[in-house]
């Protein structure tokens, strides 16, 4: 199977539903609402890798700002319909704003995205969120020791990036934080699996199939 330009494949709405519901839940510290005015770079959240703003849509009522960044500029332009700010453009060669960040970067320049998001996270004193297969980090090439998150969130189901198959392995997000990827021994919690009705999944793949429709690139 060829893959996508770009390596474009939306985010499942299970994936950004659950980690949205953990965030308000058990980690509420990182929404800016609850944040002092001296950091004003956790007051805005950053997806670099936004695609159609998938990620941005689903955390946007909860916090004061949202950017995206996206390569295509197809994409960007629906991104600016969920975002407060919207930027065409390659992120890695870009300088971000202060800001907290949330992403599920193309696995095919993961560790380029992850290195930039964890450089990012101390410069600022902020946070970031990162959507991974959990084989990433364990895979022998050293990134459980050079990209440590803070914390391991698990989604014990199989997430579905193409319509009509489940992904081989796990996913999970990880936490980096201002005391940095030295700091103790990660944490690991799981998800719950949120209820996501069947027109909110039609949606999903219908904007999806848009975007390689309107590239002439179907995923086959």
């Known amino acids: 199977m060829t ?23 058990e980690r509420a510290h990182l929404l800016g609402a609850a944040v002092p005015k001296w950091n004003e770079a956790r007051r805005t959240w950053l997806d670099p890798a936004a695609g159609c703003g998938a990620l941005l849509r689903e955390i946007a009522p909860y916090v004061p700002r949202t950017v995206a960044l996206e390569m295509d500029e197809a994409r960007a ?15 890695l060669a ?7 960040v949330i992403a599920n970067p193309p696995f095919n320049m993961l560790d380029a995205f992850v290195e930039k998001i964890v450089g990012h996270v ?34 014990p189901w199989r997430l579905k990036f193409i ?9 999970a997000w990880l936490l980096y934080g201002p005391e940095g990827p030295e700091h103790g021994a990660t944490a690991t919690s799981w998800l719950t699996r949120p ?9 999903h793949w219908l904007e999806a199939d848009q975007i390689d429709a309107a590239q002439g690139t179907l995923f086959e």
């Open 195 to 203: 209820a996501i009705g069947d027109e909110e999944w039609a949606r």
């Open 122 to 155: 101390q410069e600022h004193q902020s946070y970031a969120l990162v959507l991974v297969r959990c084989q990433w980090l364990d895979d022998g090439q050293g990134r459980h020791v050079r990209f440590k998150p803070r914390e391991i969130w698990r989604m």
């Open 94 to 100: 870009t300088v971000w704003p202060p800001s907290c």
């Open 77 to 91: 332009q629906l991104a600016a319909k969920v975002a407060d700010e919207a930027h065409a453009g390659d992120a």
């Open 3 to 25: 893959r996508r330009p770009l390596d474009f494949y939306p985010t499942p709405p299970d994936a950004t539903r659950a980690v949205v519901d953990f965030i308000r839940a």
């Open 163 to 171: 319509q009509n198959a489940s992904d081989a392995t796990s996913h």
